[in-house]
């Protein structure tokens, strides 16, 4: 029954990409984001979804129905740049494997959605309804996990997702949505929307912790100190936040305390050292093929792991290997080493980089004109949210994870719209200046 409802409700709304691309590329977001055929049971679980509204999209935007922004700037620049090498790494990698073919696949649909969005999404309320479709991605399994956690008094464990894989990447991706939906919250006019996007928002905090992930633990710390920085409320907010974990704190299993404790002494853990052993072996890979790397999943061929698996348990200081099996590279920085070489990894994250010195350039301009103080806050969450998947990213691999691709095509277009609307001569508009509308929700109540 749930999945019929699903595909008639689905059918709905698929008509609205034919109407214009960007309800095609909102859509778009959603689907790639929730993966909703994943939460099916019976005959929606085989459906493409989101290759119907994929070609919808494209199919109008060639067709020339919408006019189009098109523009190209660094940071989709530095986003090209990092596609073809990504490219390149995968029709040289060392081996022949399946997670690479399914992670080319995705990796240029990504790259496809990107540009549409930068070229689709050009004003206020098309970036609003942009992330408007990244809360909803996401949402479901906020509220739905973080409900059960709280019903169960602590005793519901979250395994992951197929969109994120594993606890440890769902949440990171809940600790990167958190901050877009406090956006969202902010900007919306009726209280209870607004109210429901601030609950769903802590609810996600409360899903990181029934992960069960040390490193979704390390990166709520961090979205907390990052969120608490610049709050005009912090004494008002530290209580909350108090209060908050007091409550969860007395719900918390004693196994959930237990494993979180294991980061004070990850020198003796095996799961941690075995990681150490995959970040020394994406290494070498990268020291053998520094232009492209090994392709992607280097680390998870048996024989390329096998080849540097006696140099690893030496380089640079002893490491015990515990199992005896492959791993993937359980950290972005390494993944980005063994899977494109240096090349892929000063372009991915010079990508990220240039990304955050936009959003920083955007809250500069946001202080100097207050008509674009949703644009300030808008690069603000979209930065958090980055800078807290450079923080918990040290110990997971999602480098193809589609909300970063997207993120990179917001900021791009938000940084696009934010100079055209203040070119030439923002730097002459005076500091705190008057502005009526400057904390102006997206959608005034009754549109």
């Known amino acids: 029954m749930r999945d019929l409802l699903f595909v008639l409700g689905y059918a709905g709304i698929m008509w609205m990409s034919f109407y214009a691309v960007h309800l095609g590329v909102l859509i778009w977001i959603w689907v790639a984001l929730l993966a909703p055929a994943d939460l099916m049971y019976g005959m929606a679980g085989s459906i493409p979804l989101n290759k119907p509204i994929a070609a919808s999209t494209l199919l109008l935007f060639f067709a020339g129905r919408d006019k189009r922004h098109f523009y190209f700037d660094g940071l989709l620049g530095m986003l090209t740049a990092f596609g073809l090498v990504f490219i390149i790494s995968y029709f040289v990698e060392l081996s022949n494997l399946a997670k690479a073919d399914d992670a080319m696949d995705k990796f240029w649909k990504e790259m496809v959605l990107a540009f549409l969005i930068t070229g689709s999404l050009n004003t206020r309320h098309r970036l609003h309804q942009g992330t408007l479709a990244i809360a909803l991605g996401f949402g479901f399994v906020m509220v739905k996990e973080g409900l059960i956690f709280l019903l169960t008094a602590g005793g519901h464990k979250v395994f992951g997702t197929p969109a994120t894989g594993d606890n440890n990447g769902l949440a990171l991706a809940i600790l990167m949505i958190i901050p877009i939906m406090l956006y969202c919250g902010r900007y919306t ?133 515990y199992g005896n099996r492959t791993l993937v590279a359980h950290s972005i920085y390494f993944q980005a080493l063994g899977d494109t070489g240096f090349v892929g990894f000063f372009l991915f994250f010079g990508m990220i980089g240039v990304a955050l010195f936009y959003c920083s350039r955007m809250q500069r301009i946001a202080k100097r004109n207050l008509e674009l103080a949703w644009a300030g806050d808008l690069a603000r969450a979209m930065q958090v949210s980055f800078l807290v998947y450079l923080a918990a990213g040290g110990a997971l691999s999602l480098n193809y994870f589609e909300l970063v691709y997207i993120l990179i095509a917001m900021i791009s277009r938000l940084h696009q719209t934010v100079l055209e609307q203040t070119a030439p001569a923002w730097t002459r508009v005076p500091a705190r200046a008057a502005a009526p509308a400057s904390l102006a929700p997206a959608y005034p109540r009754g549109m």
């Open 189 to 321: 006019a009726d209280k209870w929307v607004r109210l429901g996007m601030y609950a769903t928002a802590a609810l996600g905090a409360v899903t990181v912790i029934a992960t069960y992930s040390r490193g979704g633990f390390v990166g709520l710390l961090v979205l907390g100190v990052l969120l608490l920085k610049g709050n005009k409320h912090k004494i008002r907010t530290i209580v909350v936040l108090a209060v908050a974990a007091a409550a969860l704190s007395s719900i918390m299993p004693d196994d959930y305390v237990l494993r979180i404790d294991t980061i004070k002494t990850a020198d003796a853990d095996s799961s941690f050292m075995t990681r150490v052993i995959s970040w020394k072996i994406n290494l070498l890979i990268a020291l053998d093929h520094p232009f492209f790397g090994g392709g992607p999943y280097a680390s998870l061929d048996w024989g390329t792991w096998m080849t540097y698996l006696p140099t690893s348990t030496t380089l640079f200081f002893p490491t015990a290997f």
